[in-house]
């Protein structure tokens, strides 16, 4: 199943609605990913005004003080952090359309689980209410 245009549901744009909640996301990140915390972000809602590289793009900002351009033809992010001496981001664009790829989740420094998000997000998306379904589903 292909990613959908999640930018149709205005509710799930919570943390991009404005810059507050954004900011305050980021930060957290940010500062879970200092305190050698090791995260697993989905970013399916395209990137806007106040986060022109996408969510991992921002967060990378405030990290390494940018360096992350989102490819135009993938303007989607989903990026694994490994969270050590050093961080490292393990990050693989995506677009409306594609497949997710089973992505890792760090438990420790080169200790990861492979989380199977295209079945998950199937998972998900067959429980998500009908009208919603249709939202994401319509031309």
Known sequence: MPIHDWSRVEAGIFHKAGRGPLRAFVEKAAELIEKQVHLLILDLIPPGKRDPQGIHGEIWEELAGGGYVAPAAKPLTVA???SDLSVRAYVVPVAVGDELAAMP???RPEEALSV???ATYRAAFAAMPRQWRRV???P
Do not use: K
């Open 136 to 138: 994401l589903e319509a």
């Open 80 to 82: 694994a952090s490994e």
């Open 105 to 107: 989740l760090f438990l």
């Open 116 to 118: 199977p998000l295209e």
